[in-house]
């Protein structure tokens, strides 16, 4: 069965850029997209289509996708922005999630 | 504005039975796939399944773990989602969210309801 793999933390300094990988075999012949969950949440979509950003998801938020890792791309982390990120894709008709990483601001 | 109401979590016995529902408005409910998501208590987000509109043949997918065991159905004329989960086993225990698939965005979940915790339990 077909498998993403996130790292299960990342850390990053307030104002710096943060870079979530997920990786999956030929992940870039899919499309990705990822979900930002706070604790007590539920999630919310961030980047659908690889690299689009739903409306009102702040223009800091950026995606790409390319070989096997789809990678969320977040600048000028804000305090605000930690949270667990899932990346997604479909298998067929089935909907894959990665592990989820944990973002922690610091 | 769209919303998605979860109901119907509870505990139950492993070998039990239990009804979700989702209801649904703020948008034509008919012609949106719909899917639901669990989570575990402190694990990761699982797909568990979805269903597609009726005017794309009404059809429905299930990840291995639940297939033969969950049912999705959908009753258009209530904007209401279901999960019938029968066989319930510990490994159930989780909150299920449910979630339109945004036709225009990919498929992915754009809206999502605030959950319902299903506990499984003797």
């Known amino acids: 069965s077909y498998e993403l793999t996130q790292p299960p933390s990342v850390s990053v300094s307030p104002g710096q850029t943060a870079s979530i990988t997920c990786s999956g075999d030929?992940?870039?012949?899919?499309?990705a997209c990822w979900y930002q969950q706070k604790p007590g949440q539920s999630p919310v979509l961030v980047i659908y289509q690889n690299a689009k950003r739903p409306s009102g998801i702040p223009e800091r938020f950026s995606g790409s996708n390319s070989g096997n890792t789809a990678t969320l791309t977040i600048s000028g982390t804000q305090a605000m922005d930690e949270a667990d990120y899932y990346c997604?894709?479909?298998?067929?008709?089935?909907?894959?999630f990665g592990g989820g990483t944990k973002l922690t601001v610091l | 504005e769209v919303q998605l109401v979860e109901s119907g979590g509870g505990l139950v016995k492993p070998g039990g039975s239990l009804r979700l529902s989702c209801a649904a408005s703020g948008f034509t409910f008919s012609n949106a796939w719909m899917s639901w998501v669990r989570q575990a208590p402190g694990k990761g987000l699982e797909w568990v399944g979805r269903i597609k509109s009726k005017t794309d043949g009404g059809t429905t997918d299930y990840a291995a773990p639940v297939k033969g065991r969950f049912t999705i159905s959908r009753d258009d004329s209530k904007n209401t989602l279901y999960l019938q989960m029968n066989s319930l086993r510990a490994e159930d225990t989780a909150v299920y969210f449910c979630?339109?698939?945004?036709?225009?965005?990919?498929?992915?979940?754009?809206?999502w309801g605030q959950g319902t915790l299903v506990t499984v339990s003797s």
């Open positions: 030929k992940l870039g012949n899919k499309y």
């Open positions: 997604q894709a479909w298998d067929s008709s089935i909907v894959i």
């Open positions: 979630a339109r698939e945004g036709m225009l965005l990919g498929n992915a979940a754009d809206y």
